[in-house]
């Protein structure tokens, strides 16, 4: 069993920056399909950044390359999502999911395809 804790979200300025965190509880992230999905009201969950923590390498959603980074601290089991340059449109409930496995690990990866999920930390940005 993984679980999983979001930090992080608050309210900015458009352009302003957020980390987003995700520690993990019961698991060592070290070999887990992770990453970030948001949810925005009215609209359906889609994926945001994925990373294969084993070495793999990150994908992100077009909305949102140049200006997220997901990245990992093994020792700290905790996932980061780097959130800068900030725009309204980035406003949602952002949530960490996880898997097993690498194939098929990426930020087209369905959500209903990631076992585990935290609840959720709100960002909102104004303009």
């Known amino acids: 069993q993984v679980q999983l804790v979001e930090s992080g979200g608050g309210s900015v300025q458009a352009g302003g920056s957020l980390r987003l965190s995700c520690g993990a509880f019961?698991?060592?992230?070290?070999?887990?399909?992770m990453g970030w999905f948001r949810q925005a009201p009215g609209k359906g969950r889609e994926g945001v950044a994925v990373?294969?923590?084993?070495?793999?390498?990150?994908t992100y959603d077009d909305s949102v390359k140049g200006r997220f980074t997901i990245s990992q601290d093994n020792a700290k089991n905790t996932l980061y999502l780097q959130m800068d340059s900030l725009k309204p449109e980035d406003t949602a409930m952002y949530y960490c999911?996880?898997?097993?496995?690498?194939?098929?690990?990426?930020?087209?990866?369905?959500?209903?395809?990631?076992?585990?999920w935290g609840r959720g930390t709100q960002v909102t940005v104004s303009s």
């Open positions: 990373i294969y923590t084993d070495g793999g390498t990150p």
């Open positions: 999911a996880a898997r097993f496995g690498g194939l098929l690990c990426s930020s087209k990866t369905p959500p209903a395809d990631f076992r585990y």
């Open positions: 019961g698991y060592s992230i070290s070999n887990l399909c």
